[in-house]
């Protein structure tokens, strides 16, 4: 492959003839309307040709301030707010929240709502996974794995819904607990006071069938070569970039990054009885991304299938007063999403509403390397990056 | 019985059977992707329009695609960019004018037929490249780029893969290499076996054929011109309405006519073991058809299955590859031709 | 609070080690987290220091917090008469293999809101300083591009800061005529079918 040199000028000499190419760089401008940009992203590449000499991405395009509209609602109004900033897994974004609230209060969620809790993240975080693995495909060229997966994710859904009455946006969760009646309101019946019935059943159908999307997705997706070649050696993060720039989540562990915020933050909800399993790969490019959450799908399969077996009877609801005042303070607390590290920032004032909320999202740190990445790629592999980050444009504008 | 009707009314005679033939069968084409599209992706695909099985999808596509408005962005080069689409279908509906689907029906029995073949078939990238410049649109741009790169890499072993075809043959008249594929090859217990070339001889050429012709199709893996994740959809982004429809329908089309080709080059064409003259008059065009839809469906199950292979790497398959592998081909060929 | 009195100590132990490397002088470590206060000039060598004695690679993120009197939505800060008006800088930092993290903190004066970037230590803080800039008015001097990540480089103001009006507030006041739902009460609650 020849190189441009600064000037955009190279030099070919063949034989007795000596030419002077000189390539001008041309702006092309990738989003905010582009198939693979998931969103409204905006990538300003400089290109020669088609490979990329400088990169800039431009977010902003569905910044909706959550931050600050967090500064004028209450506590429970928030989570309304927070499980739309990743859509893909809206409840996983509740649980650092409410544990934030919870931790600040001094109210303990009751064990039953905490298992339950756990067992709706890693439903999420299977959710999450299978719209990665299906449409890191598509971005790709093969439309078929899209299907398949969304096939077998809707069973999934089905169990999220019913427990919480939300597909993508549940908010279940209450300071003290999970909320304790699908329906409410005053024309609504109450028609749930707990897990619907038939729930374990569900969940177990619903693992199996995650199970099945796993290995077809292995035998169409994975061992394909034309797969591999477009994804081996391709947007290659290091170990130190990863953890420089923020990196989270399977992107890191693809870098052989081995944090995983259950592991490490035992008291955010109750991982510590389970046996799983922390996956890392040591290439950090494209293709090991994709195998590090497939290789995840299956950990969290067995893991809700542990879960599932130990939900505590009691109460799904502590004690709180009827007008939640937080204690002035503040507090960060951190929690495995799907997509990285989502963790909170609360500062009270012992109001009923918080002083500040910083919200760290995983997709917003995670797509930051990708003006260093992208240099030097072909168009091609920009896409084949990009979609190998796993990244939702509301986690990165927020 | 030919020789009395008058010329010019053969000539429109011609042109139906050829026009009709080609959007008849690429308006089936268009709905048997969508059907075996939705089986492989376990959906179940058209379902309402027309009642039964939603067979007048296709159709109602068209009728919608008539309605749209014809839009030239203001930055295109007009003329270059209205043109392009009708460039781009003539290239492709020129092709059947050679191929036999009967023992008599082939609008042009040309000694040369396959060189109009490789020649007339190049006509439709050129289509491609004017749309890709005249859109004024970068996407366009790089879309039509790559079809130029990707025609000069998979001609010649499209070209090179039927020189053996023509050496073993003995002719380039497709009508022909034919009734070539019909000569009987051996004698087994008093039955005259003939094989197509597939089964005789030119099985790497068949493969090697078959990829060349995907990759002019620009269908998936190397659907890279139209590359929808990465160039919205390349050469084709700013067209809508009509001139979209006949991209639509030209790339259809295309395919109709490679298979056509490989069908007559490598499966024996019209011809079937066992019929005689007279049966291939009437057979001929449904067993043609039976085939051309054989290989059809090959490319379909490509495209749902794989994924986009990258620049660099359809470049490398063609010239370290494929190229290489025909030149062995004709070799072969031609060594099995001196000895037998 | 709810960390049991053990965790705190190790936590507090923590804290206060960590301090001493990055020489730093206050700190606390209330309801698990860990503030480590530093001065602004000391603000880019206490990053190098946590980064290279700390042992704390991972950057999770870098923003801030306006302490101000004027507010003009939501709910002020407690005893804002006499609170001294300024910007928290804030900027959290982990350990990629243990639990060790901490938020390095400095305090800047409302009039000089100026702070070193610590975009040669951290290349993820790029994009945070960027956020930070633009939100509160804070200048990074030593950032390679300190431009507007969100917003049009036209906009006026700085959305994070207390003194900015929200639209939406202003339009329609809060919280209305309904108030906050009344909790449902907690003796409805039975135990599920299972476990």
Redesign the interface.
């Known amino acids: 492959m020849t190189q441009l040199d600064s000037r955009g000028i190279v030099e070919v000499s063949d034989g007795g003839v000596s030419v002077e190419l000189k390539g001008e760089a041309m702006t092309l401008n990738i989003g905010p309307q582009h198939p693979s940009t998931h969103g409204v992203l905006r990538l300003v590449a400089e290109v020669d040709g088609e490979r990329i000499s400088k990169l800039d991405p431009a977010i902003g395009y569905m910044h909706r301030g959550k931050e600050k509209l967090s500064e004028v609602r209450t506590y429970p109004q928030i989570t309304a707010l927070i499980n739309r900033i990743d859509w893909v897994s809206g409840f996983a974004n509740e649980v650092a929240f409410i544990r934030a609230v919870e931790k600040l209060t001094g109210i303990e969620p009751t064990e039953r709502a905490q298992m339950i809790r756990l067992i709706l993240t890693e439903l999420t975080r299977i959710s999450n996974h299978l719209v990665f693995a299906s449409s890191y495909p598509l971005e790709l060229g093969a439309a078929t794995p899209l299907m398949w997966a969304f096939r077998e994710r809707e069973h999934i859904m089905d169990v999220i819904e019913s427990v919480t009455g939300g597909r993508f946006h549940p908010n279940f969760n209450r300071v003290g607990g999970v909320k304790p009646a699908a329906g409410g309101g005053k024309t609504q019946k109450k028609v749930s006071l707990d897990l619907p019935s038939g729930f374990y059943a569900s969940v177990e159908n619903a693992m199996d069938k995650a199970e099945l999307a796993c290995d077809e997705l292995d035998e169409l997706v994975t061992g394909n070569e034309m797969i591999q070649i477009r994804t081996k050696d391709v947007g290659i993060i290091s170990y130190e970039d990863a953890v420089a720039y923020g990196i989270s989540g399977p992107n890191a562990r693809a870098s052989g990054v081995p944090t995983d915020l259950r592991k490490l933050e035992p008291d955010v909800l109750p991982y510590a009885g389970l046996d799983f399993d922390v996956i890392t790969r040591e290439n950090g490019d494209s293709f090991d991304r994709y195998l590090v959450r497939i290789a995840e799908i299956r950990e969290s399969i067995k893991i809700v299938r542990q879960a599932v077996n130990s939900v505590p009877a009691g109460p799904l609801q502590a004690k709180v007063p009827r007008v939640l005042k937080v204690p002035a303070g503040s507090i960060y607390v951190r929690a495995e999403n799907p997509k990285g590290e989502m963790g909170y920032y609360i500062v009270s004032q012992g109001g009923r509403v918080p002083y500040r909320v910083k919200i760290r999202s995983a997709s917003f740190s995670n797509i930051s390397i990708m003006s260093k990445v992208a240099v030097g790629q072909l168009i091609p592999d920009l896409v084949a990056t990009m979609g190998s980050l796993d990244f939702v444009l509301g986690d990165v504008d927020r | 019985m030919i020789e009395n009707v008058p010329f010019a009314l053969l000539l429109g005679i011609k042109v139906l059977v050829v026009l009709g033939l080609m959007l008849g069968v690429s308006l089936v084409l268009i709905y048997a992707e969508l059907k075996w599209s939705a089986h492989i992706q376990s959906r179940v695909g058209p379902w309402y329009v027309g009642g039964r099985w939603g067979w007048a999808h296709p159709l109602a596509e068209a009728v919608k695609f008539l309605q749209k408005e014809d839009l030239v962005p203001e930055e295109a080069d007009d003329k270059v960019f209205r043109l392009a689409p009708y460039v781009m279908l003539a290239g492709t509906v020129a092709t059947f004018v050679v191929i036999p689907i009967g023992p008599e029906w082939v609008a042009r029995n040309l000694d040369v037929g396959i060189f109009y073949l490789l020649a007339i078939s190049s006509l439709s990238t050129l289509g491609v490249l004017m749309a890709g410049w005249g859109s004024g649109n970068k996407y366009s741009l790089i879309g039509g780029v790559r079809a130029g790169a990707q025609l000069i890499a998979y001609e010649l072993p499209l070209v090179l893969a039927l020189v053996a075809v023509a050496i073993q043959a003995g002719t380039l008249s497709l009508t022909g290499i034919v009734e070539a594929q019909a000569t009987p090859l051996f004698t087994i217990g008093g039955v005259d076996i003939a094989l197509p070339y597939v089964l005789s001889g030119q099985i790497i050429g068949f493969v090697i054929f078959v990829i060349a012709s995907l990759a002019e199709l620009n269908r998936t893996p190397f659907d890279l011109p139209l590359a929808e994740s990465e160039l919205t959809m390349g050469y084709v982004t700013e067209y809508s309405g009509l001139r979209f429809t006949m991209f639509f329908l030209g790339e259809y089309a295309g395919m109709v006519s490679m298979a056509a080709i490989v069908s007559t080059v490598y499966l024996g064409g019209y011809w079937m073991p066992g019929l005689s003259d007279s049966a291939l008059d009437i057979a001929g065009p449904f067993i043609l058809l039976a085939k051309i839809f054989f290989v059809l469906f090959l490319f379909i199950w490509f495209r749902w299955t794989w994924p986009r292979i990258r620049e660099d790497q359809l470049q490398g398959l063609a010239w370290k590859w494929l190229i290489p592998l025909t030149l062995f081909n004709i070799i072969a060929t031609a060594t099995l031709k001196v000895v037998l | 609070?709810?960390d049991s009195p053990s965790e705190t100590t190790e936590l507090d132990a923590f804290a206060g080690e960590f301090a001493a490397k990055i020489g730093a002088e206050r700190w606390t470590a209330?309801?698990?987290?860990v503030?480590v206060y530093v001065d602004r000039e000391h603000w880019l060598t206490a990053a190098i220091a946590a980064r290279d004695e700390g042992e704390l690679?991972?950057?999770?993120?870098l923003?801030a917090?306006?302490w101000s009197r004027e507010v003009a939505?939501?709910?002020?800060?407690?005893d804002v008469d006499n609170l001294e008006e300024r910007y928290e800088v804030?900027c959290?930092l982990s350990s990629?293999?243990?639990?060790d993290a901490v938020?390095l903190a400095t305090v800047l004066d409302k009039e000089e809101a100026r702070l070193d970037s610590l975009t040669p230590v951290?290349?993820?803080a790029?994009?945070h300083e960027r956020e930070t800039a633009e939100?509160f008015g804070i200048d990074f001097p030593g950032h390679p591009n300190l431009i507007?990540?969100?917003?049009p480089e036209a906009f006026e103001g700085h959305?994070?800061r207390k003194s900015?009006a929200?639209g939406a507030?202003e339009v329609k006041p809060?919280p209305g005529h309904v108030d906050?739902?009344?909790?449902?009460s907690?003796e409805?609650?039975?135990?599920?079918?299972?476990?």
Do not use: K
């Open positions: 609070m709810t209330d309801h698990g987290t503030h690679d991972f950057f999770s993120w923003s917090v306006d939505v939501g709910e002020p800060a407690e804030l959290r990629s293999t243990n639990s938020i951290y290349a993820g790029a994009w939100m507007n990540l969100y917003l959305p994070l900015f929200l507030r809060w906050v739902e009344d909790m449902p907690t409805n609650i039975e135990a599920g079918e299972g476990s």
